[in-house]
Nanobody, 124 residues
Framework: QVQLVESGGGLVQAGGSLRLACAAS????????MGWFRQAPGKEREFVAA????????RHADSVKGRFTISRDNAKNTLYLQMNSLKPEDTAVYYC?????????????????WGQGTQVTVSS
């Protein structure tokens, strides 16, 4: 089973940018659909973005379209989330996740492996 470790979170002012990374080890990263999810205090985990194993397919939540971009480097076993024009409502713990079945899904239950999360805080 793949192990996932996120990095790149932090505190940023509204309008700023951050780039999250998710390093994978074990498993076969290049064959997995990968996703980013986030969870704010008192709220359910929500879909942010997903990318197919071959990079041909991506999905972004409506709330982040035009601001966030998911990407991956299969040679480096790494997933990325470029976050621009950050808003206070983007504050959450961000998780990366892997789906070995290749679905470009928005459903957390479809992702079998999860990282420990990285905190993103956007101040107004």
């Amino acid at each position: 089973q793949v192990q996932l470790v996120e990095s790149g979170g932090g505190l940023v002012q509204a309008g700023g940018s951050l780039r999250l990374a998710c390093a994978a080890s074990g498993g076969t990263f290049s064959s997995y659909t990968m996703g980013w999810f986030r969870q704010a205090p008192g709220k359910e985990r929500e879909f942010v973005a997903a990318i197919s194993w071959d990079v041909r397919g991506t999905r972004h939540a409506d709330s982040v379209k035009g601001r966030f971009t998911i990407s991956r480097d299969n040679a480096k076993n790494t997933l990325y989330l470029q976050m621009n024009s950050l808003k206070p409502e983007d504050t959450a713990v961000y998780y990366c996740a892997a789906d070995p079945w290749g679905r470009l899904s928005t459903v957390p239950a479809h992702f079998g492996s999860w990282g420990q999360g990285t905190q993103v805080t956007v101040s107004s």
